[in-house]
């Protein structure tokens, strides 16, 4: 039986088609980890600690990590750029079925969403895969995470912030089906918040 070998490289998650983000920091203190990288965009971050690799997770679990900063980091896996081509065949592991999250030594930054911009709110939730992922995205985890908008207000993120607090105060987030309106009608809630 001719089975194909799974090679863990960079490039076999590039061929998947999906997208692959990671939360980064804006300035230092901004994560509940206490090592800080600066992910610059267009350029190739490399791990700095050979026991701490560079984390990053599909679109569809993004909404799970907002506790790792207040930078929403777009993650560039286009076979056709020659700086992901320079590091297309790195090593990852994938290292939590919860958060789907892998890591590896290297990664390329394709671009980065500050969470004072209330789009990168919408584009978090957007991207989320349920109605459970909104509400800790929104709400942060009782006795682990505040909720977001207290997060975002203690950097100053006040427009973003008040949209937040916005959706946690009109919406029931106890209950699923008041989840699952915000999750696919995200957008169209904030154009009627604008007016």
């Given at each position: 039986m001719n089975e194909k070998k799974i090679s863990n490289t960079l490039e076999e998650l590039a061929l998947k088609g999906d997208t692959y983000w990671r939360f980064s920091q804006s300035v230092r203190g901004r994560s509940i980890e206490k090592c800080f990288i600066d992910y610059k965009e267009g350029s190739v971050v490399v791990a700095e600690d050979a026991d701490k690799y560079l984390s990053f997770v599909p679109s569809s679990h993004i909404a799970l990590c907002s506790m790792y900063g207040d930078t929403l980091t777009k993650l560039n896996f286009n076979l056709e750029n020659?700086?992901?081509d320079s590091i297309k065949n790195e090593k990852y592991r994938f290292i939590n079925s919860v958060l789907m999250e892998y890591d590896t030594k290297k990664l390329l930054v394709e671009k980065n969403y500050s969470l004072a911009e209330t789009e990168t709110i919408i584009m978090v939730i957007e991207m989320s895969s349920n109605?459970?992922?909104?509400r800790n995205f929104v709400c942060g985890i009782k006795g682990?995470?505040?909720?977001?908008?207290?997060?975002?207000?203690?950097?100053?993120?006040?427009?973003?912030?008040?949209f937040v607090k916005y959706l946690r105060d009109k919406y029931n987030f106890d209950s699923y089906e008041e989840l699952e309106s915000i999750r696919n009608n995200i957008r169209k809630i904030y154009n009627g918040y604008k007016k």
């Open positions: 020659p700086l992901f109605w459970n992922q909104v682990f995470l505040e909720p977001l908008d207290v997060r975002l207000n203690s950097y100053n993120f006040r427009e973003s912030s008040i």
